[in-house]
């Protein structure tokens, strides 16, 4: 008997049943304008980053003599398709505990007995991990104000000025979600003018000491979504003085959509809720306000720390293809919305979060990859969210001036259309299109189910005279597979940081295309 390798089967499946398929639904895409419409601002290439939890950045990350070569080539895949490297973040809750010793090893973590840490304290060669990060990218100084000692802050933003260097530092970063000190480090009545006094008076003492640029802090790093009921947002802030001294550069608040922090919340963090375009489109709508005050400010606004479920994630639910289809309407959503950056949490379960958590110690179900061997993922590899980021990357490309907008599709709603105008790559049309399927269709979903969740897209309106398209696409065996080897983009794997297999870039049959449910495809006119 013939046999087809289970990767090269994978990738060509969704070709052959495409053909197949009479059941699929045949979608028409409202028209499309030749120049930007209703659209972003121009997309910063840097627009999916990373937040890396500060006591694990050495695990992530390694040392200069011994640099993690996942996490380095996992890194180049993303400078490959936009020309530069993401920012990174190494902050979080373990920030609020931390200490500069210039006499100290890299990193040293004080844990209680049931695997909390309260402290960490890291020396000069704690920077050597952020040294095999490419060469572009740039870094968030996330400090110490958990602990209320200025002169902590201070060490911590001259070490980063002595051994990074100010081409390498795009922003400080005072405390992580300050929202959350009531009760702990802070007062029990902390508020949102509280903070800002204490913003204004740290910015200006660290500025004088320090002689610091004018601009150079980023305000804000709130954890609760900007309800009526939140402590602290942008926009409180701001109505409270918060930029009338000229320190700030940009404005940042937190999302995570779903928690394991208690019952309540995990209760809801499922796969249907999370792969939901009209949720995901709802919750950040929560945010307009907050991107709109920063904005009439002239300043950025970005989302400093995100994943789907907080409290590291949930099992069954992120470490699973799901979390990609997440990551990339979130994404790419986002920046419809204008918000410049959006930071990927990378770490592991902090037991002080929350004493009702469902999650126990270990790297975090969320993780877009597991930098060593665990008895908990195995070895080092890519998670099967990776592909997401490439599908983003791709998106936005390296031209540095290209735009997207949401385009609505009420006929299935759960279709996410994102068109991508870029004038180097073609200036009288749409350049790119996104779109992702996401509709469930699991592993255990049947041929004919799986038929009728299809979409067949036309795309001939959208198409430039005399030249093909090409369509690349982000599958897996289903919604809810954490075989990462068998999530593909373009018909290649990730799991070692690495393309594995033959690309696969398909052309339209007849001007169309069509995708399975818990599919993305970009489209490139």
């Known amino acids: 008997m013939f046999n087809i390798p ?52 050495p695990t992530f990350a390694g040392n200069l003599s011994h640099p993690n070569l996942l996490t380095q080539q996992l890194m180049q895949r993303l400078v490959e398709r936009t020309g530069v490297g993401p920012d990174i973040r190494p902050g979080g809750i373990t920030v609020d505990s931390s200490i500069f010793d210039p006499n100290g090893p890299a990193l040293v973590l004080d844990e209680s007995s049931s695997g909390g840490i309260f402290r960490s304290t890291f020396g000069p060669a704690f920077y050597e991990s952020l040294s095999i990060f490419p060469n572009t990218t740039r870094f968030v100084v996330n400090v110490n104000l958990g602990n209320n000692s200025v002169d902590i802050a201070q060490a911590e933003i001259e070490a980063a000025i002595k051994y990074l260097g100010w081409d390498r530092i795009y922003s400080l970063e005072l405390g992580n979600e300050p929202d959350h000190y009531a009760g702990g480090s802070r007062p029990a009545n902390w508020s949102s003018s509280d903070y800002v006094q204490q913003f204004l008076n740290w910015t200006s003492i660290l500025t004088d000491r320090l002689s610091l640029p004018s601009d150079i802090f980023q305000a ?45 919340r995990d209760a809801i963090a499922t796969l249907p809720n999370l792969v939901n375009h009209q949720n995901i489109t709802a919750y950040l709508d929560l945010w307009k306000p907050q991107i709109a005050a920063a904005k009439s400010r002239g300043k950025e606004f970005v989302v400093g720390e995100y994943s789907s479920v907080s409290c590291s994630g949930k099992q069954n639910v992120t470490d699973t293809y799901g979390q990609a289809l997440w990551i990339a309407d979130t994404v790419l959503y986002g920046a419809f919305l204008n918000i410049s950056r959006m930071y990927l949490h990378q770490g592991a379960t902090l037991v002080l979060q929350s004493s009702q958590q469902a999650n126990t110690p270990g790297f975090s179900w969320y993780d877009l990859w597991y930098p060593i061997y665990t008895d908990r993922f195995g070895a080092a590899r890519a998670s099967p969210s990776f592909v997401a980021y490439l599908l983003i990357t791709e998106a936005i490309g390296t031209s540095q001036r290209s735009q997207l ?51 067949t897209v036309n795309l001939t309106p959208y198409l430039r005279e005399g030249q093909a398209a090409r369509v690349k696409r982000m599958t897996s065996p289903g919604l809810d597979s954490k075989d990462v080897s068998r999530v593909l983009w373009a018909g290649q794997s990730y799991e070692n940081g690495t393309a594995s297999g033959e690309e696969t870039v398909e052309s339209l049959v007849d001007g169309k295309v069509t995708l399975q449910g818990s599919e993305g495809i970009l489209v490139f006119f």
């Open 405 to 455: 907008s949401l385009v609505d599709v009420p006929a299935y709603p759960q279709l996410a259309a994102y068109a991508i105008w870029d004038p180097p790559a073609r200036a009288d049309g749409v350049a790119r299109l996104a779109l992702l399927n996401l509709a469930a269709r699991n592993m255990s979903t049947s041929a004919a189910d799986a038929a009728r969740d299809a979409v």
């Open 6 to 57: 289970m990767q090269i089967l994978a990738a060509v499946l969704p070709i052959i049943l495409y053909g197949l398929n009479t059941q699929a639904q045949n979608i028409t895409l409202p028209p499309i304008s030749a120049q930007p419409t209703n659209a972003s601002q121009i997309l910063d290439p840097r627009l999916a980053s990373f937040s890396i939890e500060l006591a694990y950045l």
């Open 220 to 264: 804000g790093a709130f954890a609760d979504d900007p309800t009526s009921s939140a402590s602290m947002t942008t926009v409180s802030t701001i109505e409270e003085g918060i930029d009338t001294t000229g320190v700030i550069k940009l404005f940042d608040q937190h999302t995570y959509q779903y928690s394991t922090c208690d019952s309540v």
